[in-house]
Structure formats: structure tokens, C-alpha cells
T-cell receptor, first 114, second 115 residues
């Protein structure tokens, strides 16, 4: 049972480049989330999904896009990378929702935009 | 909007010392409360949670937390820390704004336990 798998673990982008952060879970969870963590700050919710085909914005969605074509996958897309997007990104999932039960987190992606 | 404050950014203790990490939140309505922990090189994982009932909750590895509604607090405690408790600890509280499925996280407290 792999849980939540994120790739890549590290990435350096140039300003204006695009990339996709991959997230896969094998627990058949309905809810999936993308958070970012900046130094000295808490985790901020970027986007979340309550099931395949359904996504919604979180607290800091600007500059990002998501899709949820399957229950397992929830990729995060950065279209035009900016230095402000330098952060650690965490994907997470849960069966019933983050407020009702625990979240399962991936190992994180360290992204630097230079 | 909900806000969560963890006033201690970095705590350094010797083994066997007692631990208390503060967590305060702003929204006064019904909330669910969580402590998550990230050990070095590992994923964030749930330490304990409070939804209702006894305000003193016990979690894994000897940790406990007390919910004090009048103080909007959910402090994490452990009577005697070990070197293996070195980690970053995050308090999280349900947000009343928008979807009920959102959590608001504190900025985290880095705990270093010296052997």
C-alpha cells in the first residue's frame, strides 16, 4: 500500500516555464488536496477535489490549475512559473474530508523558480 | 476567517523535559482540532484530533492535547520528551468559511530534542 505518491521530489524552474506536479493515491479516497508551505508559514490550501470530475479553489489558487479525471490522480499544473511560487508542495487525501478525519500526505515537492 | 497561531517557532529541549506547544485559533464556533507531525524525512501524519467529548485527548507516542474553549486553545503536551520526538508540529483547525472540508494550519513549531 503506497498511500499518497508525489513526483517529482525536487524541481528547479525558470520564470515563465510550466510544469505539472503529479499526485496519486491508492486508497480509493474521495477527497484530494494540494497545499503549499512557505518558510515560517502554515500550509495553505491551493485546490481540492471531492471526487472525480469535481474541483474547487482553496485559499491561494492563483497561478495554478488542477484536474481530477480519476479517483486516483490529482495533478497540479503551474502554467507560467513565478518566483512567488517557490515553495514546498504537499498533496493529501482523505476518505471523508479533511475536517472529519485525518489527512494522508505525500512526501512533498520542493520547487524553486529562478 | 479562521486563523491559527503557534507562537513558538522553534523549541529546544533536553531529553526527559516536559513539553507544551501552544495553539490558539480565532473562530469561536464549533471546530474540529488536529495536531499533525512531520518527522525528519517523513510524511506529515496525524498525531491526535478532537471533535467533541472529553477535552483532554490522547494521541500516539504519549502525546496529549487539551481543548480549552474559553481560551480558544488546543495545546499539545508530553510529560517527558525523547530524542525521537524531534520534528515539526502543526496545529490545524476547521475553517468556518466556505467549504466545511477546509482546514487552517498554523505555521508550525520545530521541536529539537537534545540527547
Amino acid at each position: 500500500n503506497a498511500g499518497v505518491t508525489q513526483t517529482p521530489k525536487f524541481r528547479i524552474l525558470k520564470i515563465g516555464q510550466s510544469m505539472t506536479l503529479q499526485c496519486t493515491q491508492d486508497m480509493n479516497h474521495n477527497y484530494m488536496y494540494w497545499y503549499r508551505q512557505d518558510p515560517g508559514m502554515g500550509l495553505k490550501l491551493i485546490y481540492y477535489s471531492v471526487g472525480a470530475g469535481i474541483t474547487d479553489k482553496g485559499e491561494v489558487p492563483n497561478g495554478y490549475n488542477v484536474s481530477r479525471s480519476t479517483t486516483e490522480d490529482f495533478p497540479l499544473r503551474l502554467e507560467l512559473a513565478a518566483p512567488s511560487q517557490t515553495s514546498v508542495y504537499f498533496c493529501a487525501s482523505s476518505l471523508q474530508g479533511a475536517t472529519n478525519e485525518k489527512l494522508f500526505f505525500g512526501s512533498g515537492t520542493q520547487l524553486s523558480v529562478l | 476567517a479562521q486563523s491559527v497561531s503557534q507562537h513558538n517557532h522553534h523549541v529546544i529541549l533536553s531529553e526527559a523535559a516536559s513539553l507544551e506547544l501552544g495553539c490558539n485559533y480565532s473562530y469561536g464556533g464549533t471546530v474540529n482540532l488536529f495536531w499533525y507531525v512531520q518527522y525528519p524525512g517523513q510524511h506529515l501524519q496525524l498525531l491526535l484530533k478532537y471533535f467533541s467529548g472529553d477535552p483532554l485527548v490522547k494521541g500516539i507516542k504519549g502525546f496529549e492535547a487539551e481543548f480549552i474553549k474559553s481560551k480558544f486553545s488546543f495545546n499539545l503536551r508530553k510529560p517527558s520528551v525523547q530524542w525521537s520526538d524531534t520534528a515539526e508540529y502543526f496545529c490545524a483547525v476547521t475553517s468556518p468559511r466556505g467549504s466545511a472540508r477546509q482546514l487552517t494550519f498554523g505555521s508550525g513549531t520545530q521541536l529539537t530534542v537534545l540527547p
